[in-house]
């Protein structure tokens, strides 16, 4: 039986950075002295370096997988700060069967503390009513103004502001212009032999619009204010 456990959670890890159907809670980042909820989850691209470390703490000591709700698929939520320019992991939680929460920072990373996120590059989207949760990763909402950050090896590099109705538009055509390329393509028909009988290309759309997210995420922040 923990065998058949371990299995799902390896294949949990694996999705779950790319499927989040529910709305999902963000991990806290403070910013200039505000906080906000950020849907980039910066630490899944350390468990991507070092697997056997989520392992260590979604299995409970009992030999049981904890409990991961829909709205909390990766399991914890990160704490995060940035201070001097630098993105600084402060502390990582999961919830418990009871509801309460509980820090597992020690268990990760063995007691050290104020941890920079060097591992991670990428970029960081936040909605200027700070607290507001944007729901999933990747989900720009129109009416909203946002504050763009550029991390690379954990060290933040560049920070624009735009209007969430401009940054959909600029999604959408760097969609656009992905399709047409031949890494784009080349998904696509990886996807269609997997899938029997073959579905048309519209049916992969939502799939790959996650799957090359960072890519197109990247691309709207060099179009912002050219």
């Known amino acids: 039986m923990r065998k058949i456990l371990i299995i799902i ?12 159907a529910t709305e999902q809670m963000g991990d806290k980042l403070k910013y200039k002295n505000n906080n906000y909820l950020i849907h980039a989850y910066p630490l899944d691209d350390y468990f991507d ?11 409970r000591s009992d030999g049981y997988m904890r409990i991961r709700s829909t709205g909390l698929g990766r399991g914890y939520v990160v704490t995060w700060v940035i201070t001097n320019k630098n993105l600084i992991l402060k502390d990582i939680e999961t919830q418990e069967q009871n509801n309460t929460w509980n820090s597992i920072i020690s268990t990760v990373f063995s007691n050290r503390l104020n941890i920079k996120a060097n591992w ?31 991390i690379k090896n954990g060290e ?13 538009n600029i999604r959408n055509q760097k969609f656009e212009e992905l399709k047409k ?3 784009y393509k080349k998904k696509v ?9 073959p579905v048309q290309e519209q049916y992969f759309e939502a ?3 996650y799957y090359f997210l960072d890519d197109i995420l990247s691309m709207v922040f060099e179009e912002v204010n050219k």
Request: glycine content about 4%; some cysteine.
């Open 9 to 20: 959670l390896i294949l949990l890890c694996f999705f779950s950075r790319f499927i989040y």
């Open 189 to 197: 028909e990886e996807l269609k032999i997997k899938k029997k009988p």
């Open 49 to 59: 370096i070092h697997t056997n470390q989520k392992s260590k703490f979604m299995m």
């Open 181 to 183: 390329t031949d890494k």
């Open 156 to 168: 933040l590099v560049e920070e624009k502001r735009c209007k969430g109705e401009k940054l959909v």
């Open 120 to 150: 991670y590059s990428g970029i960081i989207f936040l909605i200027q009513k700070k607290s507001y949760n944007s729901g999933h990763r990747g989900r720009i909402i129109r009416r909203e103004k946002y504050i763009i950050i550029k």
């Open 207 to 209: 799939h790959l619009y």
